[in-house]
T-cell receptor, first 116, second 115 residues
């Protein structure tokens, strides 16, 4: 069975601080995909990134960066110089296999509060 | 514009009164799915469909029904809603690929309250 663990329930930071959201996953699939979604207070799910299990390169997009480490089954998300607009719930998710569409297994989410 | 739409966005109802939440996508996706989101539990899959007339249970199917008579539509039916079905519901769709990821596109969510 697949499992995603986001151990941090809530994080509070002051604007301009860097913050890392942790994600640890479990899967028996050799091919799988990892995702991060943002859920702002308005409630919709905003896709941030997809990473496949064969690509362990870290990725940077503006103030966002992702660190994928297969050896520790982790896919952590860092926001540099956080802003109030980053306040949201962030979900890490896992999708397994190729050849079929498969469900997303979500973590329980990390609520990030960025204050002035 | 490629999108997944859900209606209604907000619904307050009473125990036992049948309701349907509609979901429609305009991307010709084969795969559609329903999730519910509850505090501290993340999102959990209720039902999914691989194509027209093909549906199957997800992790939390009790109390729900679905149908897939047309490719674009995947309604979620609560025959006799109960307060424990108060939740935020998301519909999602994706292509079924032979390789590569099946990125799922989410609807805007339906917030359901059952009194």
């Amino acid at each position: 069975a697949q499992k995603v663990t986001q151990a941090q329930t809530e994080i509070s930071v002051v604007e301009k601080e860097d913050v890392t959201l942790d994600c640890v996953y479990e899967t028996r699939d050799t091919t799988y995909y990892l995702f991060w979604y943002k859920q702002p207070p308005s409630g919709e799910l905003v896709f941030l990134i997809r990473r496949n299990s064969f690509d362990e390169q870290n990725e940077i997009s503006g103030r966002y960066s992702w660190n994928f480490q297969k050896s520790t089954s982790s896919f952590n998300f860092t926001i540099t110089a956080s802003q109030v607009v980053d306040s949201a719930v962030y979900f890490c998710a896992l999708s397994g296999g190729t050849g079929t569409a498969s469900k997303l297994t979500f973590g329980t989410g990390t609520r990030l509060q960025v204050t002035l | 514009e490629a999108q997944v739409t859900q209606n209604p966005r907000y619904l307050i109802t009473v125990t036992g009164k049948k309701l349907t939440v509609t979901c429609s996508q305009n991307m010709n996706h084969e795969y559609m799915s329903w999730y519910r989101q509850d505090p501290g539990l993340g999102l959990r899959q209720i039902y999914y469909s691989m194509n027209v007339e093909v549906t199957d249970k997800g992790d939390v199917p009790e109390g729900y029904k679905v149908s897939r008579k047309e490719k674009r539509n995947f309604p979620l039916i609560l025959e006799s809603p109960s307060p424990n079905q108060t939740s935020l519901y998301f519909c999602a769709s994706s292509l079924i690929r032979t390789s590569g990821s099946n990125e799922q596109f989410f609807g805007p969510g339906t917030r359901l309250t059952v009194l």
